[in-house]
């Protein structure tokens, strides 16, 4: 056993080494307005709306790019769980990052805030070549006010002025995809003051870009239903969307590292822009084949294409009482490329179908030795496997 004194001194060791700090290390900031913002009321850093750049590893870039909005209720910026470990953790699967700061209250109402928002958005699809972006793959991504900057974004976005003076002025201020994160949403479900801000749910449309949105049962601060509210009106309007409403973890987490339930939205997030083909410029296809099983068609199960190229779609069907076909459509199918293809087969004819009794042990997993190649205009995909 450690005698108390030893105890303390590795104790004391250990504290030292964890609690270290590093220098910050300096970004490419990017004053959105350099010769001054539209109604500012200063040249102060508050004043100033600007971007910091945070770029991926060289040869790792996607291509998509996100403009990260940190919360604080408009008063503040959370920078570092909302903002540059956000950064870090979407550079870590080759996304660009752009961390925003955008103007507070009491100086400036969030519909400044926006007006900021929408200028990052065109900002980063006027320079999109320079960051080696594709201006049809930005999105954006907030917290708490931040999420609720975000959702306005989604819902309150404005065509490029092809007159504009102003190069930047001429690209639209439409995000490509949204992630409101714990975020305020609808002004009659909040007991607290945040300026002249919109109930966005209210405002969603068909143009609305597909959303992932996130949230948890315990955030008392602002309730869940915000997000069902926005959720909700995306359904309504037939715009893709994913939500995540966990049961544990208060306000505020950010990614929150650590957590063994909450902490895995950020991996989440990922699976939902690859499966969306939102880490590619490569375009969907439709294919369709059949699954025989020791020479007979299967009768129930599925087929699952991964790719080998992490920025591509998976793709999924389910089939059944089809001899066997299958055909995934170009909205849900794979791109051009190398994809494993795994088969489930979950029932067989040997009873009848929906007739309450057993067919098979257990859901059964086969894998095709070798890739498929998947090309331009799909084409057929015939999967002969054997029991044996």
């Not at 590893?57 to 940190?70: D, Y």
């Not at 999109?128 to 793959?137: K, L, P, Q």
């Not at 404005?158 to 001429?170: K, M, Q, Y």
Request: aromatic share 10%; charged share 25%; hydrophobic share 40%.
């Amino acid at each position: 056993m450690f005698s108390k004194s030893f105890a303390s001194a590795a104790f004391a060791v250990i504290a030292l080494v964890c609690g270290s700090t590093a220098v910050a290390q300096e970004y490419k900031t990017l004053y959105l307005w350099p010769d001054g913002a539209p109604g500012a009321l200063g040249k102060d850093e508050k004043d100033q709306p600007r971007l910091t750049v945070h770029q991926p590893e060289k040869g790792k870039a996607t291509g998509t790019a996100v403009v990260v909005n940190p919360g604080g209720g408009y008063r503040g910026l959370a920078a570092d769980h909302e903002g540059l470990q956000v950064a870090k953790e979407l550079n870590r699967h080759g996304i660009t990052a752009f961390v925003l700061r955008y103007r507070l209250m009491p100086d400036y109402q969030p519909s400044v805030a926006l007006e900021d928002a929408k200028r990052a958005l065109r900002y980063v699809r006027h320079h999109a070549e320079e960051y080696g972006v594709n201006e049809d793959r930005i999105g954006m991504l907030g917290f708490s006010a931040g999420g609720h900057l975000t959702s306005a974004a989604g819902t309150m976005f404005e065509g490029g002025d092809p007159e504009a003076t102003d190069p930047i002025d001429r690209e639209t201020s439409r995000p490509d995809f949204i992630v409101p994160v714990y975020a305020v949403i609808n002004r009659d479900l909040v007991k607290f003051e945040m300026g002249d801000w919109a109930t966005t749910d209210e405002l969603v449309t068909a143009e609305t870009p597909p959303a992932f949105i996130v949230q948890t049962t315990e955030d008392t601060l602002v309730r869940a239903t915000h997000s069902l509210k926005f959720y909700e009106a995306l359904l309504e309007k037939g715009i893709p969307a994913e939500m995540h409403i966990y049961q544990f973890g208060p306000h505020g987490l950010g990614l929150a590292p650590g957590d063994p339930d909450y902490g895995q939205w950020p991996a989440q997030l990922v699976a939902w822009l690859q499966r969306n083909a939102l880490l590619t410029d490569a375009q969907r296809v439709a294919v369709s084949g059949t699954v025989t099983l020791d020479g007979k068609p299967m009768f129930w199960g599925s087929v699952t294409l991964v790719p080998e190229d992490p920025t591509l779609p998976p793709a999924f069907v389910q089939f059944a009482r089809s001899s066997g076909k299958f055909k995934i459509d170009e909205k849900h199918g794979p791109c051009p490329g190398k994809y494993r293809v795994i088969v489930y087969e979950m029932a067989d004819d040997s009873k009848p179908a929906m007739s309450g009794q057993y067919s098979v042990d257990d859901a059964k997993r086969f894998e095709l030795p070798d890739s498929v190649a998947i090309i331009a205009d799909g084409g057929p995909i015939d999967i002969s496997l054997s029991s044996k």
